[in-house]
């Protein structure tokens, strides 16, 4: 499985990006796409997840409300809606994909990792 993570850049505090990830290869492994973020010198924390099959989502507490995540299993694409930015948010972030159902936060659950897209959020 392959990634292609898309759609990062710099945006003012309040302002909005989506973020796509592109998946290839045997997409049909993978149950759960999901997003996490990084600072550099922190450890990598979980944004988003969502299950391929019944669309389950999952969400850190400090995104709730802001991002949502959706999947298009006929581009085999997930996408990650984030609006009402905040400097907080500014980080690299990664796409991710799992073989298991409700992997959600669980870093180790994820297999296979994207490349990093970085969002710039100014203030």
């Known amino acids: 499985v392959q990634l292609q993570a898309s759609g990062g850049g710099l945006v003012q505090a309040g302002g909005s990006l989506r973020l796509s990830c592109a998946a290839s290869?045997?997409?049909?492994?993978?149950?759960?796409m999901g997003w996490f973020r990084q600072v550099p010198g922190q450890e990598r924390e979980f944004v988003a997840s969502?299950?391929?099959?019944?669309?389950?989502?999952f969400y850190a507490e400090s995104v709730k409300g802001r991002f949502t995540i959706s999947v298009d299993k006929a581009k085999n694409t997930n996408y990650l809606q984030m609006n009402i930015l905040e400097p907080a948010d500014t980080a690299v972030y990664y796409c991710?994909?799992?073989?298991?159902?409700?992997?959600?936060?669980?870093?180790?659950?994820?297999?296979?990792w994207g490349q990093g897209t970085l969002v710039t959020v100014s203030s």
């Open positions: 290869g045997r997409t049909n492994y993978i149950i759960t």
């Open positions: 969502i299950s391929r099959n019944d669309y389950e989502t």
């Open positions: 991710a994909a799992s073989s298991y159902y409700r992997a959600g936060g669980q870093r180790l659950a994820y297999d296979y």
